[in-house]
């Protein structure tokens, strides 16, 4: 019954190393995002997708990548991690139409050594 | 730009009614949303408002609505100490294929029993 889900929940890594998050929503949402958490809790748009189409690319490092194999799926890509990308990312899944009410995953703890 | 304003602390008792406020800017907002956050999860939607709406109320929930002043507030009646987390409001315009959220800073909630 889990709408919106990621894995892993807890990622420890070492500066340098690639990684990806996983995620899948069972909502039959056209929409995805990734939001990233910082350690004051402030919670900061990174992507988006529509219809497997990017629709919003903040200004976050291109070592981020989003992948979407499909409407229900939207893992996000991080090449060469820094200490800086520690943080908690949340995946999210939302309807295209009004009102747009996003449903958000447990979200994937990441810590970079 | 877009702006989206919290107090970060309230500290009520156990019974008595809680009030988070928000300030946004962005005129063209059409929906604003209060989302929940209990410690090590997800975001929670609690309830949304349409912006030509004054009040929303459901169950122990009410939301205010000035679209004048640009202030949106939830009141929680008889907080319980389940009711201790941070509560995120958060803002979105869409337009063009974007549905992107900006969220407030987040008011963290702590029920004195």
């Known amino acids: 019954d889990t709408a919106v889900s990621q894995t892993p929940k807890y990622l420890v890594t070492q500066m340098g190393n690639d990684k990806s998050i996983k995620c899948e929503q069972n909502l039959g949402h056209d929409t995805m995002y990734w939001y990233k958490q910082d350690s004051k809790k402030f919670l900061k748009i990174m992507f988006s997708?529509?219809?497997?189409?990017?629709?919003i690319n903040e200004t976050v490092p291109n070592r981020f990548s989003p992948k979407s194999p499909d409407k229900a799926h939207l893992n996000l890509h991080i090449n060469s991690l820094e200490l800086g990308d520690s943080a908690v990312y949340f995946c999210?899944?939302?309807?295209?139409?009004?009102?747009?009410?996003?449903?958000f995953g447990p979200g994937t703890r990441l810590t970079v050594t | 730009g877009e702006d989206v304003e919290q107090s970060l602390f309230l500290s009520v008792r156990e019974g008595d009614s809680s009030v988070i406020n928000c300030t946004y800017t962005?005129?063209?907002?059409?929906?604003l949303y209060w989302y929940k956050q209990e410690p090590g999860a997800g975001l929670q939607l609690l309830t949304y408002?349409?912006?030509?709406?004054d009040m929303k109320q459901d169950q122990r929930l009410t939301v205010l609505l000035n679209k004048k002043d640009k202030h949106l507030s939830l009141r929680i009646a008889d907080t319980q100490t389940g009711d201790s987390a941070i509560y995120f409001c958060?803002?979105?315009?869409?337009?063009?294929?974007?549905?992107?959220?900006?969220f407030g800073k987040g008011t963290k909630l702590s029920v004195i029993p």
């Open positions: 997708y529509n219809n497997k189409e990017l629709i």
């Open positions: 962005d005129s063209s907002s059409t929906y």
């Open positions: 408002i349409f912006s030509n709406m």
């Open positions: 958060a803002e979105t315009a869409p337009g063009a294929g974007s549905y992107q959220l900006t």
């Open positions: 999210a899944s939302s309807p295209s139409r009004a009102p747009y009410e996003q449903y």
